[in-house]
């Protein structure tokens, strides 16, 4: 990957020694250059943000961990998984961010993901830093003590690098409330504290925070309610398709639902499936969460439904709608899908995972005038909401459900308004992307200018 046509003169020469430091890691240099194409505002009028100090030190992780995860399953074998934490930077808080447990985690993975929620979280305005982790580790088709048993390897190594005011972190893709309790309990359990606050995502009964597991959802859906409300536009009346059927893409079925939206379809690693009548959002959270089938389950349970295996030919993208919410996984929409969404009418797409739009499907999209939103924006609900989930943990409090979602309507439109704000300041009116990436990079660089050179 090179791309450097696209940057600024004064970045070239940064991102080269970027993609040189960190060869055989694309999805990484993908993020980092994603950020870079939109610095040349500040690189042309505030150069002081630019300086290659900053610029070199905000690209290479403060700290990263990488280590072995020995368990033993069921049958008595013993299986080595590799771990990793990547604590990107603290110039704003503790490092914040998730885990994610999935056979294609590896390092490059996980730096992107480190690298996007180091902005994201200053978008947020809550003094969190960023960082991310997790496993190579499946657990699908895992019982629940092989779950158990891994977890509490995970955290044994892990806990000596973790603390309310050291690193926070949250669950992930296959990293739920049963994983989060696993780990809890075994850091909990090694340290002989009770500190709550150095993991969100937590079981009400036991430090959690309501609404923290409808956040993302609910706030990319409420992301993209301010997009249409700046449009004089709403939800109301759109058909909407959303790819996923995790934490997600389900209480973002569920609040573009109830905001009068009409949602179609879903999807999982498998297929997908089309409700023409509009997705059951009970009997998906009874099929994802609750008994954690497939969606052949689901459409199984409602036979008007068509559902579709992935294929060469057939994608979730294929679906024709007005609003598109990818909230799968990394670069699951590609230029062509991108160019059949256009074909078919799209008007919106706001990212509910992170970075699941490829550079040239968020091209297109912007030269045909489609609104577009990128996860490290659309998708901060959910950190948000565990932010306020250690507020409530330091403070030995609890807030109600509507108190916290009205925090994070709050949120999400703070973050929606500083994007375009940024985006005027900067002579690029309407490019969520570019908003996005100035306002996030100045406030990280500011903090990291007057801490000095650490």
């Known amino acids: 990957m090179s791309g450097t046509a696209s940057l600024h003169p004064m970045l070239v020469p940064m991102f080269e020694t970027v993609l040189q430091r960190n060869a055989g890691e694309p999805e990484f240099q993908q993020a980092v250059l994603e950020v870079f194409q939109s610095l040349g505002p500040i690189a042309e009028r ?4 630019t300086d290659w100090s900053i610029i070199k030190r905000i690209c290479e992780p403060e700290r990263q961990i990488i280590f072995r995860v020995p368990w033993v399953d069921d049958k008595g074998e013993v299986h080595i998984n590799r771990g990793f934490r990547v604590e990107f930077n603290s110039a ?3 490092y914040k961010g998730g885990l994610r447990f999935h056979p294609s985690v590896n390092l490059s993975i996980i730096k992107f993901l480190g690298f996007e929620q180091v902005f994201k979280n200053a978008l947020t305005g809550m003094p969190i830093g960023g960082g991310k982790g997790g496993s190579d580790f499946d657990p699908k088709g895992r019982s629940d003590n092989e779950i158990m048993r891994f977890c509490q390897s995970f955290m044994t190594e892990l806990y000596r690098h973790l603390g309310e005011y050291t690193d926070v972190p949250a669950g ?4 739920g409330g049963r994983e989060i309790g696993y780990l809890f309990g075994q850091y909990k359990r090694i340290t002989n504290r009770y500190e709550a606050g150095v993991i969100t995502g937590k079981g009400l009964t036991w430090g959690g925070s309501q609404a923290r597991k409808e956040a993302t959802g609910y706030g990319v859906v409420f992301f993209a309610e ?4 700046r449009v004089n536009d709403s939800f109301d009346g759109k058909r909407v398709v959303v790819s996923g059927s995790g934490n997600v893409a389900i209480y973002a079925v569920q609040k573009a639902t109830q905001l009068g939206a009409h949602v179609v379809a879903v999807s999982d690693s498998s297929g997908f499936v089309v409700d023409e009548d509009g997705i059951d959002v009970d009997l998906l959270v009874d099929v994802k969460e609750v008994r954690r089938e497939r969606l052949t389950e689901y459409s199984a349970q ?3 439904t068509i559902y579709t295996e992935v294929g060469d030919n057939s ?4 679906v024709p709608c007005d609003i598109a919410l990818p909230c799968a996984t990394q670069n699951e929409l590609g230029e062509e899908h991108a160019r059949e969404l256009v074909a078919n009418g799209v008007k919106l797409v706001a990212e509910g995972a992170n970075m699941p739009t490829t550079p040239a499907a968020v091209h297109l999209f912007q030269d045909a005038g489609v609104l577009y939103a990128p996860g490290k924006a659309s998708n901060a609900g959910g950190v948000a909401t565990s932010a306020l989930e250690m507020q409530q943990n330091a403070s030995r409090d609890t807030w109600d459900f509507e108190t916290t979602e009205d925090r994070l309507r709050e949120i999400m439109i703070g973050i929606h308004d500083e ?4 985006a005027e300041e900067f002579n690029v009116d309407g490019d969520y992307v570019a908003g996005a990436n100035l306002a996030g990079f100045m406030r990280v660089a500011t903090a990291m200018s007057a801490l000095g050179v650490i």
């Open 46 to 49: 505030r150069k002081e943000y």
């Open 92 to 94: 704003l808080g503790p």
């Open 172 to 175: 992930d893709i296959g990293v």
């Open 226 to 229: 301010e997009m249409l409300r």
């Open 302 to 304: 409602r036979p008007h």
């Open 315 to 318: 994608s979730i993208w294929n």
């Open 419 to 422: 994007c375009v704000l940024t």
